[in-house]
């Protein structure tokens, strides 16, 4: 088991999660930092410009599958605004409640170690909710 099996389910249920609406077959939502309309999934399958982006990067282990850092991005913000790390805190805040990134940025300083176990229990579980939500929302994994 790897990390990059954790991170495709937990990409796929990030961006299952911010769906915020459904329209003629067409699933979008919007980027939390530039709050551009996304379409993350439509008939064609995955948008690649709908982005699971992170407000601490993905390098920093004990948060890089943390809910609450991670959210739907469009590809400029995510790709080349470098995640756009400031105004991906003020959404945090604004969504989770004051405080919220604060205590994400003190979480990622921790050490945090995975092994085999570890990765393949975190594969399962995003992997179970993001099927669920798949379900749920009419669309095909």
């Known amino acids: 088991m790897t ?20 329209f003629d077959g067409v699933n979008w939502g919007n980027c939390c930092t530039c709050n551009k309309l996304v379409i993350i999934h439509s008939g064609n399958g995955w948008n690649p410009n709908a982005h699971c982006g992170h407000f601490i990067t993905r390098d920093c282990k004990s948060t890089r599958y943390d809910e609450q850092n991670a959210h739907l991005q469009c590809g400029r913000c995510n790709t080349f605004k470098s995640g756009k790390q400031y105004e991906h805190g003020l959404f945090i805040d604004k969504k989770y409640g004051s405080g919220t990134a604060e205590k994400i ?10 092994n085999r176990n570890d990765l393949k229990w975190l594969s399962d579980h995003y992997r179970k909710k993001a099927q669920g939500l798949a379900k749920q929302k009419g669309i095909k994994l």
């Open 105 to 114: 940025l003190i979480k990622s300083k921790q050490l945090c170690k995975r």
């Open 3 to 22: 990390e990059k099996t954790v991170d495709k389910w937990f990409s796929k249920f990030i961006r299952l999660r911010d769906i915020e609406d459904t």
